[in-house]
């Protein structure tokens, strides 16, 4: 079994150093290269997108102990990535700050993290959540259906079989976050119904 891991790291860690500059790439200036989700799992996509919406999004400084305090990627739930997204973010640093990854089923433990992935498990305490972390610089993101539209900031989805995102850059701003024109001109903005929850 560990020696599939590392076969597995391996490959992925690969996958990273092929990839990742062109996924870079397609978040600068263009959506996801054709055909990568068959590449990588989509789960692997999706550990590299979180690490690259650190990227295009500014957080307020207040968010940060020190100018290059961790910027921490949480993961609430069920950890659909394994070691993809360890792998993501393994010696990268963003906005001056490195990456770590920290996991919980509970919110709180996640409170100060500055990107907290929803996992598709807590779908249905979702309005829940998003209203623990109101009020809180944190960048939401999720796959459940209609994510961005209940109050979280980005929300992935698949057109066919290609990577998509949905941004409430309502949500977004009320956060405090700045997200840049580069990310929301490649995301597809929706209204949030936070006011309904």
């Keep these: ?3 599939l891991k ?3 790291s391996r490959r992925f860690s690969s996958w990273r150093s092929q990839w990742l500059p062109i996924v870079c790439v397609a ?3 263009a959506s ?3 055909g990568s989700a068959q590449t990588l799992s989509e789960y692997g996509l999706k550990a590299v997108f979180l690490f690259n919406f650190t990227k295009f999004v500014e957080w ?3 968010a940060f102990a020190a100018p290059n305090a961790p910027l921490c990627i949480g993961v609430l739930g069920d950890d659909p990535f394994g070691e993809l997204l360890d792998e993501a973010v393994r010696g990268e640093i963003s906005r001056g700050h490195p990456l770590t990854v920290r996991r919980a089923r509970d919110v709180m433990p996640l409170r100060e993290c500055h990107v907290v992935f929803i996992s598709r498990s807590e779908e249905s305490r979702v309005a829940e959540i998003l209203e623990e972390l109101d009020g809180v610089p944190t960048l939401t993101v999720g796959d459940s259906q209609g994510f961005a539209r209940l109050g979280g900031v980005i929300g992935f989805y698949l057109e066919g079989n290609k990577l998509r995102f949905e941004i409430s850059h309502s949500a977004a701003r009320r956060k ?4 840049s024109s ?3 001109s490649l995301g597809k ?3 949030q119904r936070w006011s309904e929850h």
């Design 1 to 3: 079994m560990a020696t």
């Design 6 to 8: 590392r076969a597995a």
């Design 27 to 29: 978040l600068a200036v």
């Design 32 to 34: 996801p290269p054709a």
């Design 60 to 62: 307020p400084n207040e």
């Design 176 to 179: 405090e976050l700045k997200i």
């Design 182 to 184: 580069q990310l929301l």
């Design 189 to 191: 903005i929706v209204e």
